[in-house]
């Protein structure tokens, strides 16, 4: 077996445990919460139905893997600690220096989604913001920190961030040389967005008209994270990024806890 396809298999497991995660999910509570589908029979059955997600989502992260495990070397991008353990070298090691950088940045990124929450609150619908509360006590905490933390930094740094740099460099570069700071600066911010636009669905789920208030609201916090997930992906490894995102999550089932 080669080192790429060591490399595969270990990123794509570690997301796939995200991907699964999604069987701890009450679908009932769910579409209870949010009204645009309150009332409205599943289609299938809702084992099936997670099924089909599973499917459908390891099917993204399996492209956003093979896309990451061959284009991000070129560009010099890196996830040390796998791409240790695929070597079958002491993965420990590559991972000990990504550890800190990732905390500080979990407790940014966690600060980067509960400041401005604490903030755009009083400019919010009141009852998008009890529809909005509701919804984040009903998310299984282990949903979120292997989803959140593995499956969607694998989609959206080691794979779209990865293809942004790439196509960069490989367009406007020719493939020569080091990729200029602009091509990642530009991927992190366009990354960055798009996993701020990505949430907007949810957001419109909740049965609330999306007003300018929601929409700017949605985009810049979660947009933050990405900007400081993408930066210690950039600096550090696709593993910093990762613990950044798993330790953000805690701190807002904290800030959820008690009632933030």
């Keep these: ?20 995660s999604v069987m701890l999910l009450d679908l009932s509570a769910l579409m209870a919460n949010l009204p645009v589908t309150a ?22 992260l399996l492209c956003a893997v093979l896309v990451g495990v061959g284009l991000a070397s070129p560009v010099q991008l890196s996830a040390p600690a796998a791409e240790a353990a695929a070597r079958k070298e002491n993965w420990p090691a590559a991972l000990r220096p990504q550890i800190l950088p990732g ?26 913001v009890v529809r909005a509360e509701r919804l984040n006590k009903a998310l299984p905490f282990l949903m979120r920190l292997l ?9 959206l740094r080691w794979g779209v961030m990865t293809l942004l740099v ?12 080091r990729p200029r700071v602009i091509w990642f600066v ?9 996993f701020g636009l990505g949430h907007l669905p949810l957001a419109y789920a909740l049965g609330v008209p999306l ?36 330790a953000t999550h805690v701190l807002l089932e904290t800030a959820i806890y008690f009632g933030t």
Aim: net charge positive.
């Design 186 to 194: 530009s991927a992190i911010i366009i990354s960055s967005v798009v």
């Design 211 to 246: 007003t300018p208030a929601i929409v700017s609201y949605v985009v810049v916090a979660n947009a933050l994270f990405g900007l400081i997930a993408g930066y210690l992906y950039w600096k550090k490894g696709l593993e910093s990024a990762i613990i950044a995102h798993m």
């Design 39 to 60: 009332g409205a029979a599943l289609p299938f059955p809702p084992l099936v139905v997670k099924l089909l997600n599973i499917i459908e989502t390891g099917g993204l």
């Design 147 to 155: 989803y959140g933390g593995i499956t969607e930094e694998l989609l």
């Design 103 to 128: 905390l500080i940045g979990g407790l940014a990124g966690g600060l980067g989604v509960v400041l401005p929450w604490l903030l755009w609150k009083p400019f919010l619908p009141v009852m998008f």
């Design 166 to 177: 790439w196509l960069a460099w490989r367009l406007l570069q020719r493939g020569q040389g």
């Design 1 to 20: 077996m080669t080192f790429k396809t060591r490399l595969f298999l270990i990123l794509w497991v570690a997301g796939m445990t995200g991907v699964v």
